[in-house]
């Protein structure tokens, strides 16, 4: 079992549909968790950078943390087609290794 | 504030030969990481710097992977000899600090290898 699941997808909506995108992961011992946005030939870029468990919200983006079930999620309201990425998962130990370790991605077509 | 700086971006070679890939994190980032990232994977640390020191390499493949941060600044990555599965990109990634999901990175650099 890989320490992070991500489903690769794609996953097409039309636009302005609400997307969920999701992560299940094994340690316990993850206690940062981060959304990473990848657009096509470029390089990700953080998107939410959330601690423990709870939500948080940044414009049409809110990221939840389900510690107990292992299961995190980023939800995208009012989705656009330059919401058009792969989104990556991501995940960091408190103490012992400092490497954050990544989910495959979950691909996201969002058309007009 | 410039952002991390990667060259090449495309780079084609046979099996057998070298290549190497430059990296110049953000300005003042002690921390410096590369990636692999194979066609519909996520991103793999291949090696962690902090300053010009090796914080973690044990995903390496030491046999024909080396990379160096001489003067804690800028890196490089060298292949050699690459085989057909070092296909991939190689991402470059910098970070102001240890222990932080906050990675910044380079556009990266995209290698395919006949």
């Known amino acids: 079992q890989k320490e992070v699941e991500q489903d690769p997808g794609p996953l097409s909506v039309p636009e302005g549909a609400i997307v969920s995108l999701n992560c299940t992961y094994s340690n316990s011992a993850f206690q940062y968790f981060m959304w990473y946005r990848q657009y096509s030939r470029k390089g990700p870029e953080l998107l939410m950078y959330?601690?423990?468990?709870g939500n948080k919200e940044d414009g049409r983006f809110t990221a939840q943390v389900d510690k107990s079930s292992k299961y995190i999620s980023l939800f995208i309201r009012d989705s656009q087609p330059s919401d058009s990425a792969t989104y990556l998962c991501?995940?960091?130990?408190?103490?012992?290794?400092?490497?954050?370790?990544f989910g495959r991605g979950t691909s996201l077509i969002v058309h007009p | 504030e410039a952002g991390v700086a990667q060259s090449p971006r495309y780079k084609i070679i046979e099996k057998r030969q070298s290549v190497a890939f430059w990296c110049n994190p953000i300005?003042?980032?002690?921390?410096l990481y590369w990636y692999q990232q194979i066609l519909g994977q996520g991103p793999k640390l291949l090696i962690q710097?902090?300053?010009?020191?090796?914080?973690?390499d044990s995903q390496l493949p030491k046999d024909r992977f080396s990379a160096e941060r001489l003067k804690g600044v800028d890196s490089t990555l060298k292949i050699q000899p690459a085989k057909l599965e070092d296909s991939a990109v190689y991402l470059c990634?910098?970070?102001?600090?240890?222990?932080?999901?906050?990675?910044?990175f380079g556009e990266g650099s995209r290698l395919t290898v006949l």
């Open positions: 710097f902090q300053n010009n020191g090796v914080v973690d």
């Open positions: 300005s003042g980032h002690a921390t």
């Open positions: 991501a995940m960091l130990a408190s103490g012992g290794s400092y490497i954050p370790t």
């Open positions: 959330t601690y423990s468990s």
């Open positions: 990634a910098s970070s102001s600090t240890l222990n932080t999901g906050e990675l910044f």
